[in-house]
């Protein structure tokens, strides 16, 4: 269906993307994909191949053309362990092609897939309740919360059915189909809930004894721009979030800026009204009134919590194994054995966290052993290094004709390195990205790495950024530029500087040959 907020006759001024979109909706894609699989991608005209199949999921990639990706939506990052072998036998028919990356909202994005493939695809997720609709471009984004949510017991509030809640309402037919760009949507459930990064916000806040949730707007990032989300001045009861989360996106969908794309994410808009303004506008919209005046504060004070390794959960004698996921990837083989040691060991349930690594929960006491000395558990290792642990990187340009390097590939190379040299007393938060995008969230790194060029001995290489101070405790910072391009090669001498001189990180004596 055609937005009829975004006509092409009614609004000449529109920028090609926008025209495109608003010729054919991608959602009206879907019963002609076998069609369209059968003439093959290279038929597809630009506009289908690169954005309108992206409502549906599925994703063109330029570095490996014919091989499609596909991003799925898994609200509060919660996955069984019959959906991970399906998705395990999804990229196990790709061969070398095939792989899976679990991504910083939470969910999992399945490559080297071909067209073809996408018709029964799609019919096999929603006969086991995945789908991936809405999951690219111009749409609301995997709506995130506590990976641990019903099992921590540090909760405040159990963000499961919220987010749920929340999608389902998005997703339904009146849902909103034609943003001005992306927006993505975080629900806060405990202490650690640090999610500002995100252009809609709720973090729990007690009024008047009650405990529901203050609204934050306006986070993201951008090669333009970054911002922290910032107070909207309202506090909701839990069971408004959904309308309230529909009448923001309703607002942005008629207000945002659909000229310039460098300038139409959420914060833009609000920076052009003026907040208070932007909350009066937004506040109209609404069918019954919601929201009552609050002054920002929640009860989240500290950085999120790694989640890694044996963990007591709320329910007595059960436990959460959090296993460290080396850059997020994954392949056919570990999905299909992670599955399986979540059926035997758990309750066959997964949970996937923003630091893009995995948890087994509902694990009793007596089967702890046996998981702990699964050969599996000695590559996601629940007891990662003080580096490993929370090292977080994008796609990079293995698959992403953006990046400039390649990330999850030198991450590792480097990390292991630096292993080997430094001694670390606690863990160190490193982002790493491929292009000023900031998909990685280097901002957010106590360390963060963009890929880039710089010079060296007359010729152009291989580079990155390097970003210092990103905090997610309680008073909240971006990371700033400390060096503007560093070499690859000399990577590993420069960070090993920053570890000892900022991190309290100990040179390891020279290993004896």
Not at 217 to 240: C, D, K, M, Y
Not at 428 to 440: D, F, L, Q
Request: proline fraction near 7%; include cysteine; aromatic fraction near 4%.
């Amino acid at each position: 269906m055609t937005s009829p907020t975004t006509s092409v006759a009614s609004q000449p001024e529109l920028s090609k993307i926008e025209r495109a979109k608003a010729e054919l909706c991608g959602l009206e894609l879907a019963p002609r994909l076998e069609q369209l699989g059968r003439a093959g991608w290279e038929a597809l005209d630009e506009a289908t191949l690169t954005i309108r199949l992206k409502w549906l999921g599925i994703f063109f990639r330029p570095v490996t053309p014919g091989r499609f990706m596909v991003r799925l939506r898994l609200p509060n990052g919660v996955i069984s362990a019959d959906q991970l072998e399906l998705l395990a036998e999804v990229i196990d028919r790709c061969g070398d092609h095939g792989s899976a990356d679990i991504t910083t909202r939470q969910n999992i994005q399945l490559r080297g897939l071909l067209l073809e493939d996408m018709a029964p695809l799609m019919q096999a997720l929603e006969a086991s309740g995945l789908t991936s609709r809405q999951s690219g471009h111009d749409n609301a984004r995997n709506i995130t919360g506590n990976p641990l949510a019903g099992i921590d017991p540090e909760e405040l509030v159990d963000t499961r059915p919220l987010v749920m809640a929340i999608q389902a309402r998005l997703l339904a037919p009146d849902g909103p189909r034609n943003l001005p760009r992306k927006f993505n949507v975080a629900v806060g459930g405990a202490p650690d809930s640090f999610l500002l990064h995100n252009d809609l916000v709720f973090l729990p806040a007690e009024h008047n004894g009650e405990l529901g949730f203050t609204v934050l707007v306006g986070g993201f990032f951008s090669a333009q721009r970054n911002e922290l989300a910032i107070p909207l001045g309202l506090w909701l009861r839990s069971e408004q979030l959904p309308e309230f989360t529909l009448a923001v996106l309703r607002h942005f969908e008629r207000r945002g800026n659909r000229q310039q794309r460098n300038k139409s994410r959420l914060m833009y808009l609000i920076d052009q009204l003026g907040l208070e303004d932007y909350r009066a506008e937004l506040l109209a919209t609404l069918a019954e009134p919601a929201g009552l005046a609050h002054d920002g504060s929640h009860l989240v004070n500290r950085a999120p919590r790694a989640a890694l390794g044996v963990n007591p959960q709320n329910q007595e004698g059960l436990h959460w194994v959090g296993l460290h996921v080396p850059m997020g990837r994954l392949g056919a083989a570990p999905m299909q054995e992670l599955a399986g040691l979540a059926r035997s060991y758990g309750s066959g349930e997964l949970r996937l966290t923003e630091a893009q690594n995995v948890l087994i929960v509902n694990v009793p006491a007596a089967r702890l052993e046996a998981l702990q000395a699964e050969p599996l558990l000695q590559h996601f290792r629940p007891d990662p290094s003080p580096l490993q642990a929370e090292a977080v990187s994008c796609t990079g340009s293995a698959y992403c004709s953006f990046a400039l390097i390649s990330t999850k590939a030198t991450a590792q190379v480097v990390l292991e390195e630096l292993e080997q040299r430094v001694e670390l007393p606690h863990a160190v938060r490193m982002h790493w990205t491929g292009c000023p995008n900031a998909c990685g969230q280097p901002y957010l790194g106590e360390i963060g790495l963009m890929g880039a060029k710089a010079r060296q001995d007359g010729q152009m290489v291989e580079a990155v950024k390097i970003y210092l101070g990103g905090s997610m405790a309680a008073d909240p910072r971006l990371a700033e530029l400390h060096n503007k391009g560093v070499p690859l090669v000399d990577l590993p001498d420069v960070l090993e500087q920053i570890l000892v001189e900022r991190f309290g990180g100990r040179p390891r004596p020279p290993a004896v040959s």
